[in-house]
């Protein structure tokens, strides 16, 4: 069964930092997609960023970016320039079979001013 | 930009009692999915539903559950004879092919079982 590990359940940030959340997951499947979702208070769930594991270059969306290490089976995401609007729990996910996302547990980054 | 409507935002039921949550995907998706979150655990996947069917199910998806998509345009999701447990927020989401470019959520109902 595929799983997805979160192992750092919050995280805090000054205002303008970068910060790195933490991913790792476990799969048999060569071909499969992850996701990174954010969570505000509104307890919306919201697309951050996606990544196909056959391509090697690391996506990229304005400041959010992933580093993505298929072998070590590692997929972090890099939130640059961090702003108060980037609180938020933040999910991890893998998508195989095209039907069914596996979420981590999430982790709480907190923004502060 | 396209949304996921979902409603009620909240909705209140007596134990044992059926509710109904219904969700309004964007227009030209064509797989719905519900997802279930109970406070301060994990999201967990349902059920996805393609070409009028259920695709997929989780084991937590028994027959307590079931989804609809009676007009077009709508897509439920019941669940008969709450328990307590029940309580949880439930996301409703669509994408337009099977997820590759991810879904579109929607934000969430929650239920609360008293």
């Not at chain 1, 997609?33 to 990544?51: A, C, E, G, H, N």
């Not at chain 1, 391509?55 to 320039?81: C, G, M």
């Not at chain 2, 044992?16 to 969700?23: D, M, N, P, T």
């Not at chain 2, 004879?81 to 959520?105: P, V």
């Amino acid at each position: 069964a595929q799983t997805v590990t979160q192992s750092q359940p919050e995280m805090s940030v000054q205002e303008a930092e970068t910060v790195t959340l933490s991913c790792t997951y476990d799969t048999s499947e060569s071909n499969y997609y992850l996701f990174w979702y954010k969570q505000p208070p509104s307890r919306q769930m919201i697309l951050v960023i996606r990544q196909e594991a056959y391509k090697q270059q690391n996506a990229t969306e304005n400041r959010f970016s992933v580093n993505f290490q298929k072998a070590a089976k590692s997929f972090s995401l890099k939130i640059s320039d961090s702003q108060l609007g980037d609180t938020a729990m933040y999910f991890c996910a893998f998508l195989y079979e095209g039907n069914k996302l596996v979420f981590g547990a999430g982790t709480i980054l907190r923004v502060k001013s | 930009e396209p949304e996921v409507t979902q409603t009620p935002s909240h909705q209140v039921t007596q134990m044992g009692q059926e509710v109904i949550l219904r969700c309004v995907p964007i227009s030209n998706h064509l797989y719905f999915y519900w997802y279930r979150q109970i406070l301060g655990q994990k999201v967990e996947f349902l059920v996805s539903f393609y070409n009028n069917e259920i695709s997929e199910k989780s084991e937590i998806f028994d027959d307590q559950f079931s989804v609809e998509r009676p007009d077009g345009s709508n897509f439920t999701l019941k669940i008969r004879s709450t328990k307590l447990e029940d309580s949880a927020m439930y996301f409703c989401a669509s994408s337009i092919s099977a997820g590759a470019n991810g879904y579109t959520f929607g934000s969430g109902t929650r239920l609360t079982v008293v």
